[in-house]
């Protein structure tokens, strides 16, 4: 006898057949007796598997989740670029330290290649030509190995002023060169300096010229103000070649510039960005996973 279909079977009937039948073909044909039953499971609505949900979550996402996806890949990459930045930055201040702690070379000797050596150390001989020294700045002081222990009238801590350029005659050479001769405050600008006549053997940072920024006036050279480093304007007026040395000296003389006010701590906050393009990337990546993922309203 054929049964194509049995339904509703009680709970006791299907144990029962269970128990006693041989199952074949995947548990769809059942033996009983010579008897063949065809069983048709009841449809059930059962659980789906995580391979079914994926791929409907993903069918979901539509061209706006996708556009927002590409908010934490990109603070990601800025973190990433910060991090690179801040690699190179770390590795520049160690390049000033390194040439700053070189021994000085000629600076005659190596006329020729001062292009390339900003930041280095150079020795040169010869005499200050105060009568046409003038003043850079305001500018801020810069730390001094000495400056706790000077004594002079400038152990105040001052910050603002100005830097004393002063021409330098280079002994038994056809050639002047612009010096930086030190720091000096605000109201000191109109007292008489220390003066060296002798001639001297100084030591100093080859200096380039600097950028003008939007922030800082524009030089006045016919009315004498001077504020950010223009060196073939400065050369031009002061009647010398267009080099500018900051005088690096162990010991200032008595009521005179402070030296040593080539600043070599560049700006590196690149540690901080790094941080903030991280996080923000972790966060948005969080977020968009529970919106289209998870379908969870983040907000």
């Not at 059942?30 to 609505?45: A, D, E, G, T, Y």
């Amino acid at each position: 006898m054929n049964f194509t279909c049995i339904r509703n079977f009680s709970n006791l009937a299907k144990r029962t057949l269970v128990n006693h039948c041989q199952y074949k073909d995947k548990g769809r044909l059942l033996l009983f007796n010579n008897v063949k039953i065809h069983v048709i499971n009841r449809s059930k609505v059962s659980r789906p598997s995580l391979y079914d949900t994926s791929r409907k979550n993903n069918k979901s996402i539509n061209l706006y989740g996708y556009f927002l996806l590409g908010v934490p890949i990109s603070t990601f990459l800025l973190g990433t670029w910060q991090l690179r930045r801040r690699q190179w930055k770390l590795q520049l201040i160690e390049d000033l330290k390194s040439q700053m702690n070189m021994k000085p070379v000629d600076l005659v000797e190596n006329i020729e290649q001062l292009d390339s050596m900003e930041y280095h150390m150079v020795k040169v001989r010869g005499k200050f030509l105060h009568e046409k020294e003038f003043f850079l700045g305001p500018r801020s002081l810069t730390s001094h190995g000495n400056y706790a222990n000077s004594g002079s009238l400038f152990s105040r801590r001052m910050t603002s002023g100005w830097h004393v350029i002063t021409p330098f005659k280079v002994e038994d050479q056809d050639l002047t060169i612009l010096v930086n001769r030190g720091w000096i405050p605000h109201n000191a600008k109109s007292l008489p300096l220390s003066k060296v006549e002798n001639t001297v053997e100084i030591t100093g940072v080859v200096r380039k010229e600097e950028q003008h920024s939007s922030f800082v006036p524009a030089n006045d050279p016919e009315g004498g103000q001077w504020c950010y480093r223009d060196i073939k304007t400065m050369a031009d007026i002061a009647g010398t070649s267009p080099v500018y040395v900051d005088l690096w000296s162990k010991q200032d003389p008595s009521n005179g510039p402070i030296s040593c006010q080539t600043n070599i701590n560049v700006r590196n906050e690149h540690f901080t960005y790094m941080i903030t393009w991280y996080t923000l990337s972790v966060c948005t990546a969080l977020m968009w996973y529970q919106a289209f993922i998870k379908k969870i309203p983040v907000f």
